[in-house]
């Protein structure tokens, strides 16, 4: 009798290591296979543009799992390989370097990559960087010396949480944010002007409603910018942040559904009912609408979702969405998702570096916006893990206690 084919993964970031520990849990005792690009384990991502950069952490202090726990659990790792092409009538997935693996059922866990900048304003000059991968963080490493001169492109919170490590090490640091303000995309103007206050004491050159024209070379490497209102930056090295993009070429070659993302239904399922898909690279039906998430609670509270699928016990994906921000000494921490918020509300907290901001929708609670105050992180994504609400009254309420609205 011929054995089953293998589950086979694609991708090796925080979903594929997630996938791996949930199908287990799960009870599959069947063979799992999974294809990283990478020639490391799955690591965890947002240390990269914090501590590992600013620390100097070793990579086994960052891994997600030991290699003897993937042995242990009969983890079949092909790091160092890429998937080029899925054979649906086959069942078979080919390999960049030759060879294909046949699978039963086939997951695809393959994250998202940065956007770069263009060549023709010098996006592929030297010197000029992305922060996503540990081969991005130890490519950028080098240039952190106290005196050197960076640029940030964007805004958002990758190119904030480098421009602090940045500031921390003693560069001299000017970032870039072509939108009326930093963070504009993702959060209140209360949660902006926190965070521009806060870079602005460290002394980076923030400048907002400002856009690159095109950067300056030096014999090939990057050595300054040219802006849209004309002036001038020199600068050594350059971060380019200005999002990313899901990688579904390999989906969309094998001409599965592609909507902002792999489309996927609550049980992680692609428009092939043999293959799934989870995390950054992939988008689902969240409130109504379709909505693709870029963070690690998606990426694991997802992919558990597929190993269930996968193991025959559905289990529907219920985003609970939370994230985190750590710059200098300050963590912001966001429950919920703020989408189509039409107030916003600032919360002081017991001192000037601790606040809050709640946004509605009417009045209905969405998300917070937690600045060193764990306290109303923890009460929001509570209430939001209820689908409960608390008047607005009572978060102005600058006596109303937390604990009281979680009775």
Known sequence: MQAAAPVVL?????AAAAFAHSVRRAGFEG???MISGEPVLPYHRPPLSKKYLSDALPVEQILIRAAAWYEEQKIEL???QRAQSIDRAAQRLWLAGGGALDYSQLVLLTGARPRRLPAAIGGDLQGVLVMRSLADADAMAPHLVAGRRMLVVGGGY???????VAASKGLKVTLLEAAPRILQRVAAPATSD?????????GVDLREGVALRRLRADGGRVSGAELEDGSHIEADVVL?????QPNVELAELAGLAIDNGIAVDAYCRTSDPCILAAGDCCSFVFRGQRIRLESVQNANDQAAAAAHTVAGKDQPYAALPWFWSDQYDTKLQIAGLNLGYDDALLRPGKTERNLSVWYYRGEQLLAVDAINDAAAFVTAKRLLERGASVSKTAVMDAAAQFKDWLA
């Open 240 to 244: 380019v942040g200005i999002g990313v």
């Open 10 to 14: 694609v991708g090796g970031g925080h």
């Open 158 to 164: 990758i190119g904030l949480e480098a421009a602090a």
């Open 194 to 202: 926190y965070f521009r206050a806060l870079h602005r004491t460290r």
């Open 78 to 80: 092909h790091l160092g």
């Open 31 to 33: 063979r799992v296979l």
